[in-house]
């Protein structure tokens, strides 16, 4: 199904947090502007537009980048206990060097000046913000047949000296970005056993929150 037929619905289904399944091929420069000016008409709280996005191809940047999280996964694994560390052994957590492209997302909180129309009582909308717009991105990316992979296992500080933010800008996202063989059709995580999805029924209240 290309790009035009796929409904905002199959593209939500499509959707998966992609590790292992880039092809190693670049996306090329057209797709990743079409993704890009997706993720740039989300909305944002009094139209700050907080984010930004720095595109990184330098293979050492990358290699760089995979091996600060590859001591990051095995800080966090270690600190598991047996059972729950013996389930996250098999998990890919990224594909940083096989997707050949990482997006960081940033958040300038000073964008828009300093009365931001609708931020005054709920500050956190700025960042709430910047998220959408990574979630337009990847929704975008998977009508084209692009992957996206987040990755977390990061010091923010180690991010902000390897593209250069400057004082002030927060990176909020690493996005793995690249073609793919294929979307497994289980995310990760639930293939693997590390959580199952919650049923709609559980997540939906009215009125009141249990009700």
């Known amino acids: 199904m290309c790009a035009e037929q796929l409904s905002v619905y199959d593209a939500i289904r499509l959707r998966r947090d992609v590790r292992a399944e880039f092809t190693g091929e670049l996306v090329d ?25 720095v595109v990184v191809r330098e293979a050492a940047t990358l290699r760089r980048f995979a091996d600060h999280v590859a001591g990051k996964r095995v800080e966090f694994r270690d600190a598991l206990p047996a059972d729950r560390a013996a389930t996250f052994d098999p998990i890919k957590i990224e594909g940083i ?34 998220v959408l717009a990574i979630q337009n991105l990847w929704l975008a990316a998977t009508a084209e047949q692009v992957g996206v992979g987040w990755v977390s296992f990061y010091e923010p500080g180690f991010l902000r000296d390897l593209v250069g933010l400057p004082e002030g800008i927060t990176p909020i996202a690493w996005l793995c970005v690249g073609p793919v063989r294929e979307f497994q059709e289980v995310p990760d995580l639930e293939r693997f056993g590390w959580r199952a999805r919650r049923a709609l029924t559980d997540a939906v209240h009215y009125e009141k929150f249990g009700g």
Do not use: C, K, M
């Not at 420069?29 to 989300?42: E, G, N, V, Y």
């Open 29 to 53: 420069d057209d797709t990743l502007w079409r993704i890009l000016s997706a993720a740039h008409r989300a909305p944002s709280v009094g139209n700050s537009q907080p984010w930004d996005f």
């Open 97 to 130: 060097v096989e997707s050949g492209t990482g997006i960081v997302v940033t958040h300038d909180d000073r964008r828009g000046g300093p009365q931001v129309l609708g931020r005054a009582s709920v500050p956190e909308t700025g960042v709430y913000s910047t």
